[in-house]
């Protein structure tokens, strides 16, 4: 005969506290001494006890389910970076994470939408949001959302944004310390979905770098495509058409650079001896030859923090306060490669 699950009966009995202490104790709704809840905790761990989920739903409570509507996972690392990051924060906080992909389409997010509600979750995670009125209709059902990368102006909705600007623009300024000054850039179409916070702020980082330095690029330098490879390596080949040959190349996303990184290799260009390059969220990066030198976008930081944010929402929630929207801004870090070189010196061995 199979052992019979433990209850929070049985941790009463054990601490020789009432049951309504051991629910407070393990699910953080009220303040419970220290000591006390050690005691429950260790007699909890010591007995196997897990609670469950279809009870505490019952009973009103907490699913301890998080919903991860994710808009694409074949092609991007990004995503499957925040996903993990996000799941393994979950665990650690006594969570479990439901992913749904919707390949980017809004009727299919709405879809998971509904289905998640249905099922009671705490949070949902939108990595990254395609539609206002998706993440609208978690906020409006009570439940804490949250936005990755790309947020709406959506009320009661969080966000977790990484400082696009400042990594370009640290990528730009490093080329101009090197003695670059015919830089050219390749990036995504200003006028995708969100653009407002990803590919127009990456632009306007590689923009303010220059003009920091006083330096001008024609816009036969500047060149924008979408995320496709064959798409983005047109692009790269109108750029090397043009005079005068750029020195160095910004690429504001390494699904971008990996199809630049073809264009050049077909054309015979060497780098860095021929060109450097640089790229955005070290991604792909770490993977091609040679390595890129990047801004890293912290995918799993991104994560981690989105679940701190609805696990936050959901205490103070639980202790009849009222919750404001809050924005986590990340900032990327510079990853040194071996795509660059400093004009006037020979190029390195790879």
């Keep these: ?28 709704t009220r303040p419970v001494s220290p000591s006390t809840r050690a005691t429950i905790q260790e007699i909890a761990n010591r ?32 995503f499957p970076q925040v996903a993990r990051g996000a799941d393994l924060q979950a665990q650690a906080s006594g969570y479990a994470t439901i992913i749904s992909n919707t390949d980017g389409q809004a009727a299919t997010e709405e879809c998971a939408v509904e289905l998640l509600l249905e099922k009671r979750v705490n949070g949902i995670i939108f990595t990254t949001p395609i539609a206002a009125a998706n993440v609208a209709k978690a906020v409006e059902a009570g439940v804490a959302a949250v936005m990755i990368e790309r947020p709406f102006p959506v009320p009661g909705a969080h966000a977790v944004l990484i400082d696009q600007v400042a990594g370009t623009r640290e990528l730009t300024r490093m080329l101009i310390a090197q ?3 015919c830089i050219a850039y390749l990036g995504g179409y200003l006028h995708q979905r969100g653009s407002r916070h990803v590919e127009r702020q990456r632009y ?32 790269c080949q109108h750029l090397l058409e043009h005079t005068p040959c750029p020195t160095a190349l910004v690429i504001g996303s390494d699904l971008v ?60 929630v639980a ?23 400093i004009i006037g010196q020979p190029e390195r061995d790879l």
């Design 257 to 316: 650079a990996a199809a630049a990184l073809q264009v050049l290799y077909q054309c015979g260009c060497q780098i860095p001896r021929d060109i450097s390059v640089v790229s955005v969220d070290n991604t792909l990066g770490p993977y091609l030859a040679p390595v890129l030198t990047e801004a890293s976008h912290p995918g799993e930081d991104m994560g981690r923090q989105a679940v701190d944010l609805i696990v936050e929402h959901c205490r103070i």
């Design 1 to 28: 005969m199979a052992q019979a699950r433990p209850t929070i009966k049985d941790i009463a009995l054990a601490a020789g506290v009432s049951i309504t202490t051991v629910s407070h104790a393990l699910n953080h």
């Design 179 to 181: 003695g670059h000054r």
């Design 319 to 341: 202790a009849g306060k009222t919750n404001r929207s809050r924005r986590v801004t990340l900032q990327p870090k510079l990853f040194l490669g071996s795509s660059t070189r």
């Design 47 to 78: 007995l196997g006890y897990r609670p469950d989920p279809v009870a505490r739903m019952l009973q009103g409570g907490d699913s301890l389910l998080i919903g991860h509507i994710i808009c694409e996972l074949h092609d991007n690392l990004f």
């Design 204 to 235: 306007r980082g590689f923009q303010d770098a220059l003009r920091e330095a006083g330096i001008t690029v024609p816009s036969t330098l500047v060149a924008h495509s979408s995320y496709d490879p064959g798409d983005a390596r047109t692009a």
